[in-house]
């Protein structure tokens, strides 16, 4: 990207359902975490161009005892993100719980603990409004039908001011039945702006989809609808879902996400105006999104993206990690060297990652790449194993296992999505030393290769393995050890210099 445009998307993987704010002259974006800890992302940046992760927001998902194992399509879904009273506000919804909020001072916390504002199943993408002009708060949500068999309606509701509660029963707001073509209603983020209430969401579903602009002068209704960004004649498929910022010095943009198969939902950022007389906003290039644009009107800022390295120092691991479940204590060991030690960890489920919790994971970047990290399996218990792993409804990993004779071997396995466990994609190899650094090349379409040095240089292994997300998620990469579950201590592995370098 040169120095007067930019290029997108501006976040080239899975940040799904964005939500942006400004504060000052600093921008701050979270996105749907779902069920991995920690969760709620926190991103920030000068330009909204180039974004660096900064922390999360959510420590643990709650209750802990309903994800102690992997939810991948439960959790956090669609927050929003706001700037109210001195506070950062999160609100989002928890498809089997219902709507909660969490607040903080400063973007890097301390953050509060979850708070329940509305149970309910099926009470999705909350986002509240705190109308200067009117003194009220107001909340609204869109539904899930899978948990509530309600869908393509908006539900709004008058909010008490400090968040935690909601004043009426909720009223139907907007009902997508009603508007012709148009089905799956979800998202909305709500605006105030010269008098009109807004609400900025997506429709169509996440594929083939659009953003829709609706407005009304009372927040109960009735709302006007326009479409105002779509696919028309470019390659951005289902561009919707996400929210609109002004920036200090006036200009409007949109960031918004992009449904892509196993890389999950990348953001693109949009320019916005207001049309005619400034009644209704024109996103993109008259309503089809941009490739390239001019770079919004702000300071310049230097390159950057969310961190993708890791040296693990101390035995610590960089903000770009989650676990797929609630973390439990011993899992990573901290020391005085560098490297990720992991304890491999008993479990009946060791041939299947999908259902481990305790696999370490970040995004699969959205551009052709390769990905290496060095291992060691310490562990002396049978069947212990580690390694690198490309998780979806698919996975496929390649590490190292302990035999029954006391040997190390490389393996490299796989799994379809109907499986329920693993099977070789290779033939084992010995390796006395039980050392290897190990690769996995990602090329377009997310077709992977794997490969293994062992001490006897660089060698591919086993078929190519394309990727595939879970429902919501796009694919990711792991890092995980693992033992059969028997009594005794199973031991640990060592992970180093991991890296990520373009193809």
Not at 8 to 23: C, G, K
Not at 38 to 67: C, I, K, M
Not at 345 to 371: F, I, K, Y
Not at 403 to 419: P, S, Y
């Amino acid at each position: 990207m040169s120095g007067e445009t930019y290029t997108n998307p501006v976040l080239n993987a899975d940040w799904s359902d964005p939500d942006v704010v400004r504060v000052g002259d600093d921008y701050y974006l979270t996105a749907s975490s779902f069920g991995r800890a920690p969760g709620l992302p926190l991103l920030h940046s000068r330009d909204l161009v180039n974004w660096t992760l900064v922390g999360h927001a959510l420590e643990r998902l709650e209750p802990a005892r309903e994800f102690t194992s992997p939810r991948h399509d439960c959790g956090v879904w669609a927050p929003a993100l706001r700037y109210h009273d001195e506070r950062f506000w999160i609100f989002w919804g928890d498809p089997d719980q219902g709507v909660f909020q969490i607040n903080a001072p400063e973007i890097r916390g301390p953050w509060t603990r979850p708070h329940l504002v509305k149970e309910g199943k099926g009470l999705i993408d909350p986002c509240p409004l705190w109308d200067e002009e009117s003194g009220e708060a107001y909340l609204v949500h869109a539904w899930a039908r899978s948990r509530s068999g309600v869908k393509n309606r908006l539900t709004g509701h008058r909010m008490h001011p400090d968040g935690t509660s909601l004043l009426d029963e909720g009223k139907v707001i907007v009902d997508g039945d009603r508007i012709p073509g148009w089905f799956t209603l979800e998202g909305p983020k709500l605006y105030r702006r010269d008098g009109w209430y807004w609400i900025l969401a997506p429709a169509g579903g996440v594929e083939t989809g659009w953003q829709g602009a609706l407005r009304s002068r009372d927040f109960f209704g009735p709302y006007e609808h326009r479409i105002v960004l779509e696919q028309k004649d470019t390659g951005v498929n289902g561009p919707h879902q996400g929210g609109w910022v002004r920036t200090q010095t006036g200009e409007d943009w949109f960031l918004h996400f992009q449904q892509r198969g196993a890389y999950g939902r990348v953001v693109h950022l949009q320019p916005m105006r207001w049309g005619p007389g400034g009644d209704w906003p024109v996103i993109g290039d008259e309503g089809a999104p941009v490739a390239v644009h001019r770079r919004p009107d702000l300071p310049p800022q230097p390159p950057a993206a969310p961190a993708a390295d890791d040296d693990f120092p101390g035995g610590r691991f960089g903000r770009q990690w989650s676990w797929t479940a609630n973390p439990r204590d011993g899992w990573a060991t901290h020391h005085s060297g560098d490297g990720l030690r992991l304890t491999c960890v008993s479990t009946p489920a060791v041939h299947d990652l999908r259902t481990l919790p305790h696999v370490l994971t970040q995004r699969l970047p959205g551009t052709p790449c390769a990905v290496e990290v060095d291992l060691t399996l310490h562990a002396e218990e049978p069947g212990a194993r580690a390694g690198l792993a490309v998780l979806g409804d698919a996975f496929a990993w390649i590490g190292l296992q302990r035999g029954t004779d006391g040997t190390v071997h490389l393996v490299h396995r796989f799994a379809e999505a109907v499986a329920d466990r693993e099977r070789d994609a290779d033939h084992p190899r010995l390796v006395p030393d039980g050392q290897a650094l190990l690769r996995v090349e990602i090329g377009e379409g997310a077709r992977c290769r794997f490969f293994c040095d062992v001490g006897d240089g660089m060698r591919p292994s086993g078929p190519v393995f394309a990727a595939t997300p879970w429902r919501w998620v796009g694919a990711l990469l792991g890092l995980f050890a693992a033992a059969p579950d028997r009594p005794g201590h199973a031991g640990a592995a060592t992970f180093s210099h991991f890296r990520i370098s373009p193809l």
